[in-house]
Nanobody
Framework: LVYLAESGGGSAQAGGSLRLSCVAS????????MGWYRQVAGQERKGVAA???????TYTDSVKDRFSISQDNAKNTLYLQMNSLKPEDTGMYYC?????????????????WGQGTQVTVSS
C-alpha cells in the first residue's frame, strides 16, 4: 500500500505562483511513476505532469514552460511548482502513484491517489 498526502493548495492571482507537495508513505517500489492530476467540478480528472523514479518528466501541453514537477527522494516528497498561473489552472489537484517506470499521464494507469488539494486562480 502507498499513502499520498497533498498540501500547498490555495488561492492566487493570475500570474502568481504556488507550489504543491505530496508526501508518499508506505511501500513504494524502487521503480515508479508519480503524477499530478487536476479535476474541475463536473469534469473528468486530467493529467498535468508526471515523473519517473529516475527523473524523466512529461507535461500536458497547457502547462509546459509554466509548471515544473520534481521530487526529493530523501523526503519521499513530490512537488509541482506552478508559475504564471491562469484562471484555467483552477481545480482540485491530486497526486498519484503507480509501480513501474512507464511514464504515463493516463488516469487509469495509476493505482494510488491522494485526497487532493484545491487551487483557485482569480483573474
Amino acid at each position: 500500500l502507498v499513502y499520498l498526502a497533498e498540501s500547498g493548495g490555495g488561492s492566487a492571482q493570475a500570474g502568481g505562483s504556488l507550489r504543491l507537495s505530496c508526501v508518499a508513505s508506505g511501500n513504494r517500489d524502487a521503480s515508479y511513476c508519480m503524477g499530478w492530476y487536476r479535476q474541475v467540478a463536473g469534469q473528468e480528472r486530467k493529467g498535468v505532469a508526471a515523473i519517473t523514479s529516475n527523473g524523466v518528466t512529461t507535461y500536458t501541453d497547457s502547462v509546459k514552460d509554466r509548471f515544473s514537477i520534481s521530487q526529493d527522494n530523501a523526503k519521499n516528497t513530490l512537488y509541482l511548482q506552478m508559475n504564471s498561473l491562469k484562471p484555467e489552472d483552477t481545480g482540485m489537484y491530486y497526486c498519484a502513484y503507480r509501480a513501474g517506470r512507464l511514464l504515463i499521464l493516463v488516469e487509469g494507469a495509476y493505482n494510488y491517489w491522494g485526497q487532493g488539494t484545491q487551487v483557485t486562480v482569480s483573474s
